[in-house]
């Protein structure tokens, strides 16, 4: 055991923990403000994987990973405009349309992938490092902590932001109720669809960013079903955060701390085969839900589409 | 309505629909299929020609070989009626689940670990207890897995009352990976190097029928489904997980147990769903390679809300769906289009067929 807590090994642990916790921070912001205003997005998985799809296409043919994210944004906002169109505005069931959503984003990524790509996956060049000077150079976290991408500072920020927006301003209040009771908002004058529709659209946008960030910086390149249910895990940490954004940034960390552990260990030697690795995010997920899982707090009109006048 | 309004899926009640239909006045039932079967059907298809249009490939040469393949060709047919048997049984498990308002999402998993475990014991007993125990022992090992997968879904719905869209989502990818791990480190067939279960001999899976290849899975199949459905519409037990699914406040207050009857509709279903992937072990496959998922859990799902819950219905569906998959395997060798735009199709039906749905209840509430 004595070679595995090396800096090399530590700072690996680290970084792979970040690597592996930014997708599924931004679907959790993302997924948190849908829910909030009560629509639960079963269908982020679908848009990470084509804002994942279409975040690497761009980069790819730009050159350029800003290029990409912003792809991303737009696959992910692509396929959350469908659902706001049935789910928010025509009231179908959001469970139904979110697997419907999430099974073509599935097979529509595989197929234009195979038709571009046919059999090869091209990767992408490594990215460019924001080094802070100074810090860049502790050992053990300076190199994951202080060398990442400009864009993983980026979703820290939009935790603070947002976390802001919930609790200071009219648009959070607003959000609120539209999860809470939307009646009451509509009778007070506000949009209960209108803010709907934004909230599933900014869960589009940033779901799609985290796929973008997991085929451009993660891995590289795009493989078909490459999410691998990172965007249900991101339903998961909103629905444990209680409507918090740090806590989904926590748990974010934690749940990329488990995932990058196990790979840690592989690459040190041990040989669990990759299945068990792969089951350990949604085992920690299991185990978080039978520890918490009645804490869990969602909207009382969570998935309940809102019609006017309704009974 | 179903797709309209609800959040839980019992929400639909087919005799009411049916009793809507007979009374409205001015529609006929005709136009109303159209709206709601008919035409998201054909708008699926179309929708999805569009689709293969963009990426260069003919949809009538498609939609043409899917066709030629698994209805107009004699070993065609057979494959799409072996196709059902998984396929029927999954829809039992959905059936069961949907009209007691759980939304059991994990079949995939509850599939895999209940194929797995009857692959891995059905071969071990063959030569020690007669054929037809050999079969009977593989179906309830598989019944029985898929069932203990979902109990922790169903002690935290039940108890607790977790979200089980999430936790059986969860213990999908899980059981997945579990069967996949079972077969490459503990069930492996020594006599091979493909990770692989122990095969079980074609003389001793499910019998053919007739002359046919088509395996007898299928009547078993029939048979679940046909039992679901009278269970769940003509007995008292039925009309309780009806109860707990449309209200559960009610149904407590009417003095029922809904955890108890929570905790049953999970049993049922998920053992249903490892009927389904033991139906595919010992009636066609023999055995389960490391990472084989055909992954039908989710894809049954637009069927099951397409027939409205109804067991016939369902059959009807599950019938051209099977053949879809069989014809579309063969189109997408020809054409060289991935097997994964069965998954468009899919998604597109779902699509259509929820704004069927709403135009219908557009329609439906124009008149009252």
């Known amino acids: 055991m004595s070679g595995l807590l090396t800096e090399a090994f530590l700072s690996s642990l680290l970084t792979g923990a970040i690597v592996a916790a930014i997708p599924m921070l931004l679907a959790g912001l993302g997924e948190q403000m849908s829910e909030k205003a009560g629509v639960l997005n079963i269908g982020i998985e679908g848009m990470m994987l084509m804002g994942a799809y279409l975040g690497f296409f761009v980069a790819y043919e730009t050159s350029s990973l800003w290029m990409g994210f912003l792809g991303g944004m737009l696959g992910g906002a692509l396929v959350a ?10 009231g179908l069931n959001q469970i139904v349309i979110g697997i419907g959503l999430t099974l073509g984003a599935e097979g529509l990524t595989a197929l234009l992938h195979h038709f571009q790509f046919s059999r090869t ?3 992408l060049p490594a990215p460019e490092r924001l080094d802070i000077p100074g810090l860049t150079d502790l050992p053990v976290i300076g190199p994951s902590l ?45 949009n209960v669809l209108g803010i709907r529709v934004v909230a599933v659209l900014f869960t589009g946008a940033m779901a799609g960013l985290g796929g973008a960030y997991l085929a451009n910086i993660g891995a590289g390149l795009f493989i078909p079903f490459m999410t691998g ?28 701390a488990a995932l990058s552990l196990t790979t840690a260990l592989q690459v040190a030697g041990s040989n669990i085969p ?38 | 309505m179903s797709m309209v309004q609800d959040a839980t899926p019992s929400s639909v009640d087919p005799e009411a629909n049916a009793a809507d239909a007979a009374t409205r006045p001015g529609r006929s039932a005709f136009r109303r299929i159209m709206t709601v079967t008919i035409g998201p059907i054909v708008a699926a298809f179309i929708l999805s020609a569009v689709i293969l249009l963009l990426v260069g490939v003919n949809p009538l040469t498609y939609y043409g070989y899917i066709l030629e393949r698994s209805l107009f060709s004699g070993l065609g047919l057979e494959q799409t009626a072996t196709r059902m048997a998984p396929l029927l049984f999954l829809v039992a498990s959905l059936i069961v689940a949907f009209r007691a308002g759980i939304w059991n999402l994990g079949t995939d998993g509850q599939f895999l670990l209940g194929a797995v475990c009857s692959a891995a014991t059905a071969p071990l007993l063959v030569g020690v207890v007669p054929g037809w125990a050999v079969l009977l022992i593989g179906f309830a090992v598989a019944a029985a ?21 999430i936790t059986t989502l969860m213990m999908s990818f899980l059981g997945v990976l579990m069967a996949s791990t079972l077969v490459k480190l503990v069930f492996l067939d020594p006599s091979t190097t493909v990770p692989q279960t122990r095969t079980l001999p ?35 037990f039925g009309l309780r997980l009806r109860m707990v699914g449309a209200n559960p406040t009610a149904a407590t207050h009417a003095g029922l147990s809904v955890p108890l009857l929570t905790m049953a509709t999970f049993t049922i279903s998920a053992g249903f769903a490892g009927l389904s992937g033991a139906s595919e072990i010992l009636g066609v496959a023999g055995n389960v390679r490391a990472d084989w998922n055909p992954a039908y ?44 735009f069965t998954l468009v199709l899919v998604a597109s039906l779902l699509i259509c067929l929820g704004l069927g749905e709403y135009i219908d209840h557009r329609k439906s509430r124009k008149e009252r």
């Open chain 1, 146 to 190: 202080f060398g990442r991408h400009l864009i993983v500072y980026l979703a820290v920020l939009a935790v603070i932001v947002l976390a802001a927006l919930y609790r200071r301003t009219n648009l959070g209040m607003t959000l609120r109720a539209a999860g809470e009771r939307p009646a009451a908002l509509d009778v007070a004058g506000g």
């Open chain 1, 274 to 311: 990759t299945d068990v690795i792969q089951m350990l995010p949604f085992a920690a997920v299991m185990l978080v839900l039978v520890l918490f899982g009645r804490r869990a707090k969602l909207p009382s009109a969570l998935a309940a589409s809102y019609e006017r006048g309704a009974r």
């Open chain 2, 202 to 236: 074609v003389a001793d899976r499910l019998p053919r029928l007739f002359d046919t290849s088509i395996s007898s899975g299928l009547i078993w199949g029939l048979i679940a489904v046909m039992a679901v459905h009278l269970m769940m519409t003509r007995t008292a």
């Open chain 1, 229 to 256: 249910g990172a965007g249900f895990i991101g339903i998961v940490l909103a629905m444990l955060a209680r409507g918090r954004p740090l806590w989904v940034l926590i748990g974010a960390l934690i749940f990329g």
């Open chain 1, 121 to 123: 996956y091209p990767r």
């Open chain 2, 145 to 165: 897995v898929g069932a203990v997968w979902s109990i922790i879904p169903a002690l935290l719905k039940a108890y607790q009352g977790v979200n089980e869209i």
């Open chain 2, 297 to 340: 859990g989710l894809m049954v799902i637009p069927l099951v809300f397409l027939a409205r819950f109804h067991g016939v219905g369902a059959i009807v569906l599950v019938f051209f769906y099977s053949a879809l998959m069989i014809g579309s395997e063969s189109a997408a060798r020809r054409l060289g289009v991935p097997q994964d």
């Open chain 1, 81 to 90: 405009v469908v659902m706001a169109v049935l789910c928010v505005w025509l």
